[in-house]
């Protein structure tokens, strides 16, 4: 497998597309006070959208609106909402009509994980997780969907690969990911005549992200993570990003019901036995 750390071929998706393609547009994500739906925001407000963070943590929400707006110039607004419950999401979104009058874009993103085997999951902690990826993402398309078609705009979803096969400690996560990949389909396909389009993008290793650092085996280290991905490096926030900015783009306006796997080859890996 590659040996090299090749983190010189990250680009910035300004420098592949055009700087002005979001112009006019509005994106309302979910998990944008951090992390890779933080990044994905930024670029997407790069290219001229303006926007609206969800999350939990006010007090983080605030402060990366204001960076967000500051570093690219748009306007970011946070709105606090947990997304397992429904009247918080609508009234994010009526914060997001009242302030920017439509939504083009939407990034189901928030999520929660931890490792634990089944044997030591409690019922409680299973929900938890279904209930803030699976049942969040349901509830965010439910408050977002009339405006969306309004716009005939386009939904991402932010999976994972962990459960092409079994990933132990991971059941919960599996489960819910499994199950957002299906209902990002079945949108795609229902609303695909009212010119909406829905994609998934699934990370493999992203460096430095919360999922990451919870999740990365104990004892292995960065090289030996890089020397496992065919393409030599472990993911950037940023990959992430990019291939948001395409899927929303009008380079991706025949393409839905997708899933997008940003892991640097890792998924097709083999070992030889
Ligand atoms: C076992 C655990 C646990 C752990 C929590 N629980 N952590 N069980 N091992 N490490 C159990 C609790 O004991 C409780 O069950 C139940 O889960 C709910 O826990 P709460 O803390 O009350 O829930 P809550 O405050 O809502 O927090 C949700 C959370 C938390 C998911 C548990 O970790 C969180 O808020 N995470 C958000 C940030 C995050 O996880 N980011 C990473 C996303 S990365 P009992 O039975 O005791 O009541 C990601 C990518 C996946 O999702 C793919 C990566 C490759």
Do not use: W
């Amino acid at each position: 497998m590659a040996s090299q750390s090749h983190s010189a071929v990250v680009f910035n998706s300004s420098q592949v597309f055009k700087e002005n393609i979001f112009d006019g547009k509005v994106l309302f994500c979910t998990g944008g006070g951090s992390g890779i739906c933080r990044a994905m925001t930024d670029a997407v407000m790069r290219h001229g959208a303006n926007a609206t963070i969800v999350g939990r943590n006010v007090e983080r929400l605030t402060l990366a609106a204001k960076e967000l707006s500051d570093a690219t110039g748009r306007m970011c607004i946070p709105a606090q909402a947990d997304v397992r419950q429904p009247k918080q999401l609508q009234d994010a979104v009526k914060k997001t009509i009242e302030a920017f009058g439509k939504i083009d874009f939407v990034i189901c993103g928030a999520a929660g994980n931890f490792l634990a085997p089944i044997s030591g999951l409690s019922e409680n902690a299973f929900r938890t997780v279904i209930e803030i990826d699976t049942l969040g993402t349901y509830h965010t398309i439910k408050a977002t969907l009339p405006y969306v078609r309004a716009s005939r705009g386009s939904y991402i979803h932010v999976s994972a690969t962990l459960h092409y096969r079994a990933t132990p400690y991971q059941v919960h996560v599996s489960a819910a990911k499994a199950a957002i990949d299906a209902t990002s389909a079945v949108l795609a396909i229902e609303e695909g005549p009212h010119g909406v389009r829905s994609n998934v993008i699934a990370p493999g290793p992203i460096g430095g992200t919360e999922g990451m650092n919870r999740l990365s085996a104990k004892g292995t280290s960065t090289r030996e993570y890089e020397a496992s991905i065919p393409l030599g490096r472990m993911g950037s926030v940023k990959d992430c990003a990019n291939a948001a900015v395409f899927l929303f783009s009008d380079a991706a306006s025949f393409i839905t019901a997708q899933i997008l796997v940003v892991d640097g080859g890792s998924e097709h890996v083999r070992p030889l036995t």
